[in-house]
């Protein structure tokens, strides 16, 4: 029974990988145990069976086609185009990094209408219920993920939880160090009376300025990213174009030493995009 359960885990644990669709272990024993599993978490990202389906599908059939190209074998295609599975793997990776932006600009938008009306005179708790109001109007999308984040919140003070707390916990739910500082030092000036205005209109400052930053860097390496994968694309075009218009002079690669020089090219482009992406993955 224990090691059907193992096998079980690990099998559960190897689709998760691929980016399956369900909710992780970590989800499934955090409601169990009365947790925060059906609060959304931002370290994390949960495909859809469609958004699997389609990941997976364009994966296999982009695979199958570069590997037609180079060997021109349906069966060995077919074999190669299995490691497309893997396609929904990045896929989700690239969906939660767009998520966690969108939160981090929308949270930069929060604080500057809660510093407001901090500024106006309201009370924390009345600045953070205003600040709702406020976002409803920039993100008209109920589903919006600072809406529910601060719906959450303003529910959790009305059940007589402290606002802090609240914001303990979506910290730890997003993983992200600007929302995490923030709470921190929210909690210690609320505790020992510290100037609340400046601290948030300082932190709204510090996250606004370190996203344009990041949208700077995004804009830069745009170009060489969209050239990044013209220059990907150039071989398998070529190979196209000389299988067709010169079938005979290509035919000596399609046989013998040709497939080791193929598989070793193939190895090479596999290489060179892993690198390429590697140095345009700047993080701060």
Known sequence: ???????????NGWL????????SV??????????????????????????????AC??????????????????A?????????????????????RRRLRLSLQFKEALYSIASSL?????????????LTDLRLLYPNPQTDILIEFEIIEARMAFGES??????????????????????VFATCKRSGGDLVEVIRRTSQTIGEKLDIQQDIA?????????????MAVPFVFLAFMSFAAPDYMAPLYGGIGYVLLTAALLILGLCYALMIRIMNIRM
């Open 119 to 131: 500024a106006a005179g309201r009370s924390v708790e009345n600045a953070f219920v205003t600040a």
């Open 26 to 55: 970590d989800e499934r024993s955090s409601r169990a145990a009365g947790g925060t599993g059906k609060l959304p978490r931002y370290d994390q990202y949960h495909l859809t069976r469609r958004e699997f389906h389609i990941a």
């Open 77 to 97: 295609a077919a074999v190669l185009a299995v490691a497309g599975i893997a396609a929904p793997r990045f896929h989700r990776q690239s969906l939660l990094a």
């Open 16 to 23: 998760h990988w691929l980016g399956w669709p369900g909710e």
């Open 219 to 231: 804009v830069m390496i745009a170009q060489k990213r969209f050239e990044s994968r013209i220059m």
């Open 163 to 184: 606002l802090e707390q609240a914001l303990l916990d979506f910290s730890r739910r997003a993983c992200m160090d600007d929302i995490a500082q923030f709470a921190d």
């Open 58 to 75: 364009a994966g296999y059939l982009i695979v199958f086609i570069a590997a037609y190209l180079f060997y021109h074998s349906m069966i």
């Open 1 to 11: 029974m224990k090691r059907a359960q193992q096998v079980q885990n690990r099998w």
